[in-house]
């Protein structure tokens, strides 16, 4: 059976966990949460401040090359395989397993983004929340060849079925309608780490409207999001 292979990297406090629920839902899919978490961990000294570090390193296998071979790159019931991945995990590690994968990235905006997850980790860096490596990523990726899809997680929010009929043209799958709601609470696929990060998709049964922000953007995160915003601005030019 051949295996299609789909890695969706994400920054943190995206819509990437949604994105997970919604292939889930597909008759011909599998799904991973975030496999190279450990790695991750291990490898920086995120494991000081991460929630659930120690939770998550005892649910997953550390190094690389045993998730790449038994993971990402092994065998599938299914004929399709989904990966939820933060593009800050590929950290020490070579990028050359990429060319065997569909890559797609997916942003969001600074602005709606770091208040978010500066409530889990109150002093984040350019290392926690991916932007840079977005651009690194999509710059390995076109020197390789590829040409991956970029989704907007506003763009998602605001038309889910128009987007991901366009995600799903790009990848080379049909788009299935069951991909717009699922059933509420936990799913067997989470992580050791989802009681600190998936409450409200928990609560969720579908993609929820896109709010913006109404408080203040807090004055702490506004370098950071000086260094983020054109980054991002740049991966919105493209996204579809």
């Not at 991973?32 to 450990?38: C, I, K, Q, T």
């Not at 989470?190 to 993609?207: E, L, M, N």
């Not at 999001?225 to 996204?239: D, N």
Request: net charge negative; aromatic share 10%; hydrophobic share 40%.
């Amino acid at each position: 059976m051949s295996i299609l292979r789909i890695n969706i990297w994400s920054g943190p406090r995206n819509i990437s966990t949604a994105l997970m629920y919604s292939f889930a839902q597909r008759s011909d899919t599998t799904v991973v949460d975030e496999p190279l978490y450990a790695h991750y961990l291990t490898t920086t000294n995120a494991d000081e401040y991460h929630p659930h570090a120690a939770d998550t390193l005892a649910s997953q296998a550390a190094d690389y090359n045993d998730v790449l071979e038994n993971i990402m790159l092994g065998p599938s019931d299914t004929p399709v395989l989904f990966f939820k991945q933060m593009t800050h995990h590929l950290v020490n590690m070579p990028w050359d397993f990429l060319k065997q994968m569909h890559n797609v990235i997916l942003t969001r905006d600074p602005v709606d983004m770091l208040p978010s997850y500066a409530t889990q980790v109150s002093q984040p860096t350019m290392l926690d929340v991916g932007y840079a490596e977005h651009i690194r990523l999509l710059d390995y990726l076109h020197s390789i060849g590829q040409n991956p899809c970029v989704i907007d997680s506003r763009r998602v929010l605001e038309n889910p079925e128009k987007t991901l009929n366009r995600l799903c043209d790009h990848i080379g799958i049909p788009f299935e309608t069951a991909m717009l709601s699922w059933p509420a609470g936990a799913r067997p696929e989470d992580g050791a780490w989802a009681p600190a990060w998936y409450d409200s998709v928990h609560k969720s049964t579908g993609f929820s409207p896109y709010k913006p922000k109404t408080a203040p953007f807090p004055e702490k995160l506004k370098p950071l999001l000086a260094e983020c915003q054109p980054l991002y601005e740049q991966l919105r030019a493209i996204a579809i």
